[in-house]
């Protein structure tokens, strides 16, 4: 499912597909480094910014690209230092962008260690039964040039709170594609999305430094293991047995663990990095301690770390988040298992954080007043 806005946006154009639209204009090569440099390095929010452009050049991209694809329509600051980011596309559509900021011991919030985590769908077809952001459906994809202009805002964001002409994209530790949507069920406009965001010509962030989650879209995955772009792949794996994915994760009964382990190997291997388990800890469903032994024997197995991620609790939906004494007996046995696993404090509670929340309940809203 894919939207047709009227001009397509400036933020999906790569150097090369850009030097051709400009070629086609009879403009010249570097003229599509300097407007993705104004885009990306200066930051220009108007096509009159672009100082050095000719003006017919200008008003040629105005008439031919939407420069601003993404309008920020709220922006929530938690108490735990997590904020999140309502954008409203052209057709209305809401997504959320999260940008987390975890304090180190002994240092200021200047030196917190960062992390944006983006969104990739509207909505999303996966119907994980924990899960806002699957409890409406899939309404569509993201184009590439949306993805990116996610980021384009957490920057605009950035500038503003540390009063810093331009703060540098390059200053977040990590961005996490774990958002709203299955990222890889939009492979081509991700892939393309994160050439830009890797390019040095676009937004410049080290592939190493990016982490794609997928809840387990098989065939996909081992696609991804055959591109050399570098990137991170986290599975959201959620239960450690058939029996408990096929109850919170449909997508289980198409791509059960006998064909996604071999998958997160061959990923693992043609790529030489340790992969990712992200496992959300819900009261009486996958927390039990056989979870724990079978997770520690996969993660063993798979050379993975394991992200222990305590369940956020959603509106509408009866799970909850199991006792701090269990979470901690779970980690226990990774532990005595030699498995490389962190518990996560999930940020942002007092701002609707867990993925899909914020949108939910403003389109809620939205309905009720119309
Ligand atoms: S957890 Fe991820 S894959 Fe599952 S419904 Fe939510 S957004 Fe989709």
């Given at each position: 499912m894919k939207f047709e806005p009227e001009k397509p946006p400036l933020t999906g154009e790569t150097l090369d597909s850009l030097t051709l639209r400009l070629k086609e204009q009879g403009e010249p090569a570097f003229r599509a480094r300097q407007i993705l440099e104004w885009i990306y390095k200066k930051r220009a929010r108007s096509w009159d910014d672009m100082s050095n452009l000719p003006k017919s050049l200008r008003a040629w991209l105005a008439d031919t690209f939407d420069l601003s694809p993404a309008t920020l329509v709220l922006g929530k600051q938690s108490l735990d230092i997590t904020d999140k980011l309502l954008l409203e596309l052209r057709d209305q559509s809401l997504i959320e962008t999260v940008i987390i900021r975890a304090p180190q011991d002994g240092v200021g919030l200047e030196h917190s260690r960062k992390t944006i985590c983006i969104s990739t769908q509207v909505g999303c077809a996966m119907a994980c039964a924990f899960c806002a952001s699957g409890l409406a459906g899939l309404k569509r994809d993201l184009s590439a040039g949306e993805i990116v202009a996610q980021l384009l805002q957490v920057c605009y964001r950035e500038d503003a709170r540390t009063q810093r002409a331009r703060s540098e994209?390059?200053?977040?530790?990590?961005?996490?594609?774990?958002?709203?949507?299955?990222?890889?069920?939009?492979?081509?406009?991700?892939?393309?999305?994160?050439?830009i965001l890797n390019a040095e010509w676009g937004l410049g962030f080290g592939a190493r430094r990016i982490t794609v989650s997928?809840?387990?879209?098989?065939?996909?995955?081992?696609?991804?293991?055959?591109?050399?772009l570098g990137?991170?792949?986290?599975?959201?794996?959620?239960?450690?047995?058939?029996?408990?994915?096929?109850?919170?994760?449909?997508?289980?009964?198409?791509?059960?663990?006998?064909?996604?382990i071999p998958a997160i190997r061959a990923f693992s291997e043609n790529h030489g990095r340790m992969v990712t388990l992200e496992f959300i800890l819900i009261e009486d469903v996958?927390?039990?301690?056989?979870?724990?032994?079978?997770?520690?024997?996969?993660?063993?197995?798979?050379?993975?770390?394991?992200?222990?991620?305590?369940?956020?609790?959603?509106?509408?939906?009866?799970?909850?988040?199991?006792?701090?004494?269990?979470?901690?007996?779970?980690?226990?046995?990774?532990?005595?298992?030699?498995?490389?696993?962190?518990?996560?404090?999930e940020k942002g509670h007092d701002i609707d954080a867990a993925c899909g929340q914020l949108r939910l309940k403003t389109e809620r809203d939205r309905a009720a007043v119309s």
């Open positions: 994209l390059a200053s977040f530790d990590n961005i996490v594609v774990m958002g709203m949507g299955e990222p890889l069920a939009n492979y081509d406009a991700l892939i393309r999305a994160l050439t997928t809840s387990g879209l098989v065939p996909k995955i081992l696609k991804l293991a055959d591109v050399p990137f991170r792949l986290a599975i959201s794996l959620h239960g450690a047995t058939d029996e408990v994915r096929d109850r919170i994760m449909p997508v289980n009964k198409a791509y059960p663990l006998e064909k996604l996958n927390d039990a301690l056989d979870q724990a032994v079978k997770l520690s024997e996969i993660a063993r197995d798979l050379h993975a770390h394991v992200n222990l991620i305590p369940y956020n609790s959603v509106e509408g939906l009866p799970w909850k988040r199991p006792s701090l004494a269990r979470q901690e007996r779970f980690v226990r046995i990774l532990e005595e298992a030699r498995v490389s696993v962190t518990l996560r404090r």
